[in-house]
């Protein structure tokens, strides 16, 4: 704030001092010689000041350091007394503020379903991508190896009996 000239520091007290009130008033009451109608506009240059607009965080947290106590006892007073109609807001900011964080819990169900062929044309591509050979690859699936599989990068036809019929998927 001491970058600013006296005016500017008038300006950003009167703002916090004297809320609410308007910025057009604000400047006048901080000592500038302005038109009623030039007010708004000089108000307006302020508000977009860089410097100004950092003196208006920095005297706010001044305002509110001091004035924390006070503050803290108001909020326990609200969380704490059962009939104030924002008891539960006020009770999660104060308990916010003191490092927790209120846990949210999410459940997802995704159902996906695959046919009998499909998860085997997936194993068979996996063990293919592996290097597995057709001799592995048969050690595994049996005569299914013989059977036409959709979706696999061989074509492979023939006939066999399903050894896997008795099984659910």
Known sequence: MQALNQRQQNFVMIMWECAPISAAEAVRRAGYKQSQDSSGVQAYALMHNPGVRAAMIEYGHGRMSENAPALYQKLFKIAASEQHKDQAKVAMALFSRAGFR????????????????????????????????????????????????????????GTAEDPFADEDY
Do not use: C, W
């Open 102 to 157: 209120e846990v949210i819990e999410q459940t997802h169900n995704i159902n996906i379903n695959v046919t009998r062929q499909e998860k085997i044309a997936s194993l068979r591509e996996t063990m293919i991508a592996e290097g597995k050979s057709p001799a592995e690859i048969e050690a595994v699936f049996g005569s299914l190896t013989d059977y036409e599989v959709e979706g696999t990068s061989r074509d492979i036809t």
